[in-house]
């Protein structure tokens, strides 16, 4: 395995919702674009047996360019946490996981790594999202949240 240019070093955000409506929201794979700045779009590929995405194709906002890839995702609904990452011969290289713990009945804690391999892509059309990739996606869903 390649080593990637951004390693996963999780970072935790509060949220003022309930940790089991978080992860439902989060785990709404198609709705992604509508909370996460630098998505364009999201297409549902493939659903496991329970219905929820499997590989789902993205096209995302860079400063002058749109890229295409796809991840794949696997649950823990018991644990409240979603992983996914690219093909292991993708171009772009994407992996990641969020997860959501309880800090009481209206509240809850998620903890979000993303490791990202830019290299040889131009900049995102995002500069806080080129900046700090999980700290931009942690903010879009907070803001997210807040809305629904």
Not at 6 to 30: E, K
Not at 93 to 109: I, Y
Request: aromatic share 10%.
């Amino acid at each position: 395995m390649v080593a990637l240019a951004t390693p996963i070093t999780p970072i935790s955000v509060s949220l003022p919702r309930n940790a089991a409506d978080c992860y439902r929201l989060f785990c709404d794979i198609g709705r992604t674009p509508d909370w996460l700045r630098v998505v364009r779009s999201a297409m549902v590929t493939e659903r496991d047996a329970e219905g929820r995405p499997r590989r789902v194709a993205f096209l995302a906002r860079l400063r002058r360019a749109t890229i295409g890839y796809t991840l794949h995702y696997r649950y823990r609904a018991r644990d409240l946490r979603v992983a996914w990452g690219t093909p292991i011969r993708s171009k772009i290289r994407v992996h990641g996981f969020a997860q959501f713990a309880p800090l009481g009945d209206a509240s809850c804690l998620m903890t979000y790594g993303l490791e990202l391999d830019k290299r040889g892509l131009p900049p995102w059309g995002d500069s806080h999202f080129e900046a700090h990739a999980p700290s931009a996606v942690a903010a879009d869903f907070r803001d997210f949240v807040l809305r629904q």
